[in-house]
């Protein structure tokens, strides 16, 4: 394993890592890997997939929840079929 220096903690921040810590049984070190490994799951969730469709990120946020059946992919169809029917028509002048 590798060592890494973090320089300029604000001491509030170091403080609030240290009471963790301890409140966890936890040494500094554990603690601040445990939340340096949190925060980059967090942000890689967070991150969408480049190229992914919102189709597929909807039916995966489903699929996340085993709530995906044949009537779902129909209902994702229809609805990409309308998205794409609906590309470039004019806006209708609601006035």
């Known amino acids: 394993m590798g060592d890494m220096l973090i320089r300029n903690i604000p001491e509030p921040l170091k403080h609030e890592i240290e009471q963790a810590a301890q409140r966890g049984g936890q040494s500094l070190s554990r603690k601040a890997i445990d939340l340096l490994r949190k925060g980059?799951?967090?942000?890689?969730?967070?991150?969408?997939?480049?190229?992914?469709?919102?189709?597929?990120?909807?039916?995966?946020?489903?699929?996340?929840?085993?709530?995906?059946?044949?009537?779902?992919?129909?209902?994702?169809?229809?609805?990409?079929?309308?998205?794409?029917?609906?590309?470039?028509r004019p806006v209708e002048d609601f006035e």
């Open 40 to 88: 980059m799951i967090a942000e890689k969730e967070s991150r969408p997939e480049p190229g992914v469709s919102a189709w597929d990120a909807i039916r995966g946020a489903f699929a996340a929840e085993n709530a995906i059946g044949d009537e779902f992919a129909e209902i994702m169809d229809e609805i990409e079929a309308e998205r794409k029917r609906d590309f470039g």
